[in-house]
């Protein structure tokens, strides 16, 4: 199975601030990679595909970069509503797998 | 506007069997691929499964964890996704997400998912 780590597990920054999380693939999964982000208590939400493509909706403020094994998910300026679990996932092999998740908070 | 709607989620006791059932709309089901994610609690996203559509003959893939014991399958008259689960074990406790299955195949849309407890 291809594991995927994120690091770090978690984060706390300042509102404004840039804050960059990182995935890495266990092999090489070109651009198959997925993030969501997960507010407390509710359900996942897709953000970006294809490692650097945004889902309809999501604001700019998310991007994504990356090929290969190490990605990154990048929020350009932090605001209290970003405070959530974010996670990437690979679909470029069965059995599809999840990194084990960034928590963000404010500082 | 898509949307998924999990049910059946209870407590059941070891070894027991569970369907989980998801009402999708406000999209052409039959068109798309469909996944069943969990999450323990407190813990972190953990893939079941996959149910291609009619094109790709309905096939499945699993986690090597639920494999033989859960079943995905779908009634796209009814526009309905299911997960049958036996042999449960305390570990399979959950909150168990439907997912549509977008282009390319990561999942796009979730449901608010449902609860499985297995406890004695």
């Known amino acids: 199975d291809i594991q995927m780590t994120q690091s770090p597990s978690s984060l706390s920054a300042s509102v404004g601030d840039r804050v960059t999380i990182t995935c890495r693939a266990s092999?090489?999964?070109?651009?198959?990679l997925a993030w969501f982000q997960q507010k407390p208590g509710k359900a996942p939400k897709s953000l970006i595909y294809?490692?650097?493509s945004l889902q309809s909706g999501v604001p700019s403020k998310f991007s994504g970069s990356g090929s290969g094994t190490d990605f990154t998910l990048t929020i350009s300026s932090l605001q209290p509503e970003d405070i959530a679990t974010y996670y990437c996932?690979?679909?470029?092999?069965?059995?599809?797998?999840f990194g084990g998740g960034t928590k963000v908070e404010i500082k | 506007e898509v949307q998924l709607v999990e049910s059946g989620g209870d407590l059941v006791q070891p070894g027991g069997s569970l369907r989980l059932s998801c009402a999708a709309s406000?999209?052409?089901?039959?068109?798309?691929?469909m996944d069943w994610v969990r999450q323990a609690p407190g813990k972190g996203l953990d893939w079941v499964g996959r149910?291609?559509?009619?094109?790709?003959?309905?096939?499945?893939e699993y986690a090597a964890s639920v494999k033989g014991r859960f079943t995905i399958s779908r009634d796209d008259s009814e526009n309905s996704l299911y997960l049958q689960m036996n042999s449960l074990k305390t570990e399979d406790t959950a909150v168990y997400y439907c997912?549509?299955?977008?282009?390319?195949?990561?999942?796009?849309?979730w449901g608010q998912g449902t609860l499985v407890t297995v406890s004695s």
């Open positions: 294809a490692a650097s």
């Open positions: 996932q690979q679909y470029k092999i069965y059995p599809l797998t």
């Open positions: 149910i291609r559509n009619k094109a790709n003959s309905y096939t499945t």
């Open positions: 406000g999209f052409t089901f039959s068109d798309h691929y």
């Open positions: 092999q090489g999964i070109s651009n198959f």
């Open positions: 997912t549509r299955v977008g282009d390319p195949h990561y999942s796009d849309h």
